[in-house]
């Protein structure tokens, strides 16, 4: 039996690393708990820049932010 973690959101699944098997199995699903989803944006970013101080970690956290709802409500996108 192997284990992986992944998100669900809303209509996939979406793998957080590699899956270790090949062709098809049977899966057990388990909701563990409700995740908030700017915190996993921002963790996927940041793990691919570890040399980042911490100001440059506020700026990104902040841009984040912005650009969380930059779409929403407009028709021209």
Do not use: C
Not at 13 to 25: A, D, L, N, S, T
Not at 38 to 58: A, C, N, P, T, Y
């Amino acid at each position: 039996m192997q284990t992986i973690n992944a998100i669900f959101d809303g209509n996939y699944f979406r793998p957080m690393e590699p899956i270790p098997v090949e062709g098809k199995y049977e899966v057990l699903i388990t909701f563990t708990k409700p995740i908030d989803t700017k915190s996993i944006k921002r963790q996927r970013l940041l793990k691919h820049f570890g040399s980042w101080d911490d100001e440059d970690v506020k700026t990104i956290n902040e841009i984040v932010e912005e650009r969380i709802n930059f779409s929403v409500g407009r028709d021209e996108i």
